[in-house]
């Protein structure tokens, strides 16, 4: 296929239980479609049935997919989902001229320097420097990690497996829970421990181990509206702990990436509670760096808020990496 004839490309976001698909062309992002993975056997066929849909008889030329997984040589093999998302396939199998499999969180930190004022609350800082690294963060099914950096003109984004790292503990009492973790888990990762939906009923059944509380049993979603509701003083301790610690935690990356771009927190989680984030220990926890406190002070956080940031990312990549 001649991309000189189209120049549409196809955008996709794919979960283990839904994919979404959109077409690019002249700068602007067209329509979302929704499809659920079980109703196809392949990604081959569902995107297949999306081109015939929508194209328009002018099928495009390049596809950029985001996949909830990790990418070796442009494959993905999806934990949730009998689909195997290989670029390198797809390819020849449906005509692109190139197709690239990126991760997920990957394509977040590609939108960073796209968003709006209106797709962010801040959270503390100043500006930011220009062309220093940009940082994202989520809290989610797990605990997700990318940082964009760009030198000489050139952008890259750095995808990491942060999430698995060793979690940290600030005071007496997050040892004390950590402890209790640790008697359960074995390794307490940062994503196991606090920073996810099952990071989150961890932290849950911790603290209620640790002050000796009865509790009923809660998912992240009921430990989260407990605490916003005020039903129940181990959610509320609960979800102030996960907000003290994911400012540990952004402020430990954000000094080991040199992020003085800024920190953005992203993810399904955090976006449910953004008064309950602002008015918590995050930011103070963030800046707890001690020598290093004025250079945490400085960096801007913020809190994304746009649910199509994925599809401005894979735009920002194919954008930059494939005119």
């Known amino acids: 296929m001649n991309i000189g004839r189209t120049g549409h490309i196809l955008l996709a976001d794919i979960g283990g239980t839904n994919a979404r698909f959109a077409l690019s062309q002249a700068g602007q992002i067209g329509p979302i479609d929704y499809v659920k993975v079980a109703n196809f056997p392949t990604v081959r066929e569902a995107i297949a049935d999306v081109l015939a849909r ?18 070796t040589n442009n494959r993905c093999v999806m934990t949730n989902s009998p ?31 796209a968003l709006q004022p209106a797709d962010l609350i801040p959270l503390g800082g100043q500006d930011g420097l220009p062309g220093e690294p940009l940082l994202v963060v989520g809290p ?32 007496e009492r997050e040892e004390r829970v950590i402890a209790t973790l640790r008697r359960r888990l074995g ?37 989260t509206k407990a605490a916003l509701d005020g039903d129940c ?27 003085r771009g800024g920190v953005y ?6 976006p449910r509670f953004p008064e309950f984030l602002a008015a918590s220990a995050f930011r ?39 005119a």
């Open 54 to 71: 929508r194209s328009g008889g002018e099928p495009p030329g390049r596809a950029v997919l985001a996949v909830a997984g990790p990418v």
């Open 233 to 259: 003083a181990v959610s509320r301790a609960t979800l102030e702990m996960f907000c003290a610690i994911l400012g540990s935690v952004a402020g430990n990356l954000a000094v080991t990436f040199g992020a």
């Open 140 to 171: 989610g099914t797990g605990f997700g990690v990318s940082c964009l950096v760009e030198r000489h003109g050139a952008r890259l984004a750095v995808v990491t497996e942060a999430g698995h790292a060793t979690l940290p503990a600030e005071n």
């Open 265 to 270: 927190i992203a993810g399904g989680i955090v």
């Open 284 to 322: 103070a926890r963030f800046e707890a760096k001690g020598r290093f406190q004025d250079y945490l002070r400085s960096i801007p956080t913020r809190l994304v808020m746009k649910p199509d940031a994925s599809f401005v990312g894979l735009k920002m990549f194919a954008d930059h990496n494939l």
């Open 83 to 113: 689909w195997v998302i290989d670029g390198n396939e797809l390819q020849p199998a449906l005509g692109f001229d190139s197709v690239h499999v990126l991760n997920d969180f990957e394509v977040v930190a590609w939108s960073l320097p």
């Open 187 to 223: 390794h307490v990762s940062i994503e196991r421990g606090a920073l996810s939906g099952s990071g989150l009923q961890n932290l849950y059944q911790a603290l209620a181990e640790v002050d000796d509380a009865k509790v009923p049993q809660r998912d992240a979603a009921a430990i």
